[in-house]
């Protein structure tokens, strides 16, 4: 959100008053405002990218939502509610995923959260006729770098260790804002031209990507 769109905002939650696009006549406005973010708003007050002052406006009552990997209890419900929803959508009936399958399901670190599982049981139940293949879900999250600890940087040199780790987080935040590279780069803190540049320097194929995807 621009500078100036936060001072709109802010006006909107101290005044409850506003005036539409285009219109002349202020009107007034009563709603609870909810709002998220999947950067530090601390952090992100000290850098100038939010205003200090919505900042402690919003903050009224605040909360953080635990990354997937730190909540792996909710794994298998939401693994079972995305089979139901796109057994729905593709008209299939697969039951669900057996235990060997799940453990590799929590094994992964799920860098991109609850919208990288949703996009892999996706791709599953396309891949999938009757029932959940393990080979097939092995090869889904073998190239996507996550482990149990959120981290695939493994063994080796330090420079290898380095672009592992930010592959992993460059393919996370892809993930996690549907493969839109502006998204991704704020998300990041690059421009979109040095978000190219690192994808092609740690070899991410974003066209092959979204089409995946």
């Given at each position: 959100m621009?500078p100036a769109?936060?001072?709109?905002?802010l006006?909107?939650?101290q005044?409850?008053?506003?005036?539409r696009?285009?219109g002349r006549?202020e009107q007034?406005v009563d709603?609870?405002?909810?709002?998220?973010t999947?950067?530090?708003?601390?952090e992100?007050?000290?850098?100038?990218?939010l205003?200090e002052?919505?900042?402690y406006?919003?903050?009224?009552?605040?909360f953080?939502?635990p990354?997937?990997?730190?909540?792996?209890e909710d794994?298998?419900l939401?693994?079972?509610?995305f089979?139901?929803?796109?057994?729905?959508?593709n008209?299939?009936?697969?039951?669900g995923?057996d235990?060997?399958?799940?453990?590799?399901i929590?094994h992964?670190g799920?860098?991109?959260?609850?919208?990288?599982?949703?996009n892999?049981?996706e791709?599953?139940?396309?891949l999938t006729?009757d029932?959940?293949?393990e080979?097939?879900?092995?090869?889904?999250?073998?190239?996507r770098h996550?482990?149990?600890s959120g981290?695939?940087t493994?063994a080796g040199?330090?420079?290898d260790?380095?672009?592992?780790?930010e592959?992993?987080?460059v393919?996370?935040?892809l993930?996690?804002h549907?493969?839109r590279?502006a998204?991704?780069?704020?998300?990041?803190?690059?421009?979109?031209?040095?978000l190219?540049?690192?994808c092609?320097?740690?070899?991410?194929?974003?066209k092959s990507e979204?089409?995946?995807?």
């Amino acid at each position: 959100m621009t500078p100036a769109t936060q001072v709109k905002l802010l006006r909107v939650l101290q005044e409850r008053r506003f005036r539409r696009l285009g219109g002349r006549v202020e009107q007034s406005v009563d709603v609870r405002m909810i709002a998220a973010t999947n950067i530090d708003p601390v952090e992100a007050v000290k850098v100038g990218k939010l205003r200090e002052d919505l900042y402690y406006r919003l903050n009224v009552f605040a909360f953080r939502l635990p990354p997937l990997r730190e909540r792996k209890e909710d794994l298998a419900l939401l693994t079972q509610a995305f089979i139901n929803e796109f057994n729905q959508r593709n008209q299939k009936s697969i039951a669900g995923v057996d235990q060997q399958t799940m453990r590799m399901i929590e094994h992964y670190g799920w860098p991109g959260n609850v919208r990288e599982l949703r996009n892999v049981i996706e791709r599953l139940l396309l891949l999938t006729d009757d029932a959940v293949d393990e080979a097939v879900v092995r090869q889904l999250l073998s190239g996507r770098h996550g482990t149990g600890s959120g981290s695939g940087t493994g063994a080796g040199p330090l420079a290898d260790r380095v672009a592992a780790f930010e592959r992993e987080a460059v393919l996370g935040e892809l993930a996690a804002h549907g493969h839109r590279v502006a998204e991704t780069a704020r998300a990041l803190g690059l421009e979109r031209s040095h978000l190219y540049k690192k994808c092609q320097q740690l070899g991410i194929d974003l066209k092959s990507e979204r089409a995946e995807s």
